[in-house]
C-alpha cells in the first residue's frame, strides 16, 4: 500500500517494496541484452559450482540456473562431492577460467570447512567474477568504478532506487560488516553520497545510531535485532536478513510490523531482497559477456 496517515492515532503504514517485482524487471532487461548478444552470435554461460550436498545451497542453485535459462543464459552445473580437495576444486575453476564458452563463474558458498574461501574465490579470473568477490572487483567498488558489484548490495541498491528513495545526502546505518554484504554496501551508498556508518556486533550505541538514519540495511543474521521502536519515522529499511523463526517460518534482522508503522518503505521477508540478489547475478553475467 502507499504511505498513508492514519487520522488520529498518526498510523503511518510503510510501502512495501516488492523484490519479486524489481526482480522481473531487471531480469526482464536481462533478457532484451542476452537477446541482443544473440543476435551477434555470442551465447551468454554461466557455470554455477556446488561442492557438497548442502540442501540449502542445493536449492539456490537450482533457481539460480532456472532464472538464467529463463533470460537466455546456457547455465551448467558443475557437482562436486563434499570431500573434494582445494586442489580439484582449483583445478575446476581454472579449466572454466580457460573456456571461452563460460562468461560468469559462480561458486555457491559457504564452501565445506576444509577449503580456503579467499584462495578459491581469489582464483577466479576477475572478469568471471559474477558474483562481485575478487579482491580486485572490491577494489573496484571501492575506487568508485566497478565492474561487477556483489549481487546482494546492487539488489539492495535497486530496491532503494525503485522505492524513490534519496540516497544522496542520507544518513544510512549499515549492519553487517560481511566482504558478502555489509562492506560492498558501505561503499556503493558513499559512492551515491550517503553518509554512512557501518555498525556490527561491538557498536555500543547501536539503537541510537539506527534511530539517526535515514536508510537502514541490516545485514547480520540475528532474527528481528533491530526493533520496530528504533526506526526513524519516514526512514527506508532494507531487510537482508534471512533467519529461521521458532515456528519454522523466515524472518528478517527487522522487527517487521513495528518497523512498518514507522518506515516510509521497507523490504519484507521472504520477498524482498532474496530475488533481487539472483537477479543482480543475471546482471552481472550479461555483463561479463558484454565485456568479453
Known amino acids: 500500500g502507499g504511505v498513508g496517515l492514519g487520522i488520529g492515532g498518526g498510523v503511518v503504514s510503510a510501502r512495501v517494496l516488492d523484490g519479486k517485482l524489481v526482480a522481473a524487471l531487471v531480469k526482464d532487461e536481462v533478457r532484451a541484452r542476452t537477446q541482443a548478444l544473440a543476435a551477434r552470435g555470442v551465447t551468454v554461460g554461466l557455470a554455477v559450482v556446488l ?27 558443475h557437482r562436486l562431492p563434499a570431500d573434494t580437495s582445494q586442489a580439484g576444486l582449483l583445478a575446476l575453476v581454472a579449466k572454466l577460467g580457460a573456456d571461452p564458452r563460460v562468461h560468469g563463474i559462480l561458486v555457491q558458498l559457504p564452501l565445506p570447512r576444509h577449503f580456503d574461501t579467499d584462495a578459491i574465490i581469489a582464483a577466479i579470473p576477475p572478469h568471471k567474477d559474477v558474483d562481485g568477490l575478487h579482491p580486485e572487483n572490491l577494489g573496484r567498488v571501492a575506487q ?21 528513495v534519496t540516497v544522496a545526502g542520507a544518513s544510512a546505518v ?6 558478502l554484504v555489509g562492506k560492498p554496501m558501505a561503499l556503493l551508498l558513499a559512492n551515491a553520497d550517503a553518509t554512512v556508518t557501518l555498525c556490527h556486533s561491538k557498536t555500543r550505541d547501536l539503537a541510537e545510531r539506527v534511530a539517526a538514519a535515514d536508510i537502514v540495511i541490516a545485514a547480520v ?11 526513524k519515522p519516514g526512514a527506508a529499511v532494507i531487510d537482508v536478513g534471512i533467519n529461521r523463526g521458532a515456528d519454522g517460518k523466515l524472518i528478517g534482522d527487522v522487527e517487521y510490523a513495528a518497523a512498518a508503522e514507522r518506515a516510509a518503505v521497507i523490504t519484507p521477508v521472504p520477498g524482498g531482497v532474496g530475488p533481487m540478489t539472483r537477479a543482480c547475478l543475471l546482471e552481472n553475467t550479461v555483463r561479463a559477456a558484454e565485456l568479453a
Open 51 to 77: 561442492v557438497g550436498d548442502d540442501p540449502a545451497s542445493a536449492v539456490y542453485v537450482k533457481a539460480k540456473t532456472k532464472d538464467a535459462r529463463e533470460c537466455g543464459i546456457d547455465a551448467t552445473d
Open 144 to 164: 568508485g568504478k566497478p565492474r561487477f558489484t556483489a549481487c546482494t548490495p546492487a539488489g539492495c541498491m535497486r530496491l532503494l532506487a525503485h522505492g524513490g
Open 174 to 179: 549499515v549492519l553487517g560488516r560481511s566482504v
Open 221 to 231: 543474521g540475528r532474527p528481528e535485532l533491530v526493533r520496530g521502536a528504533w526506526i
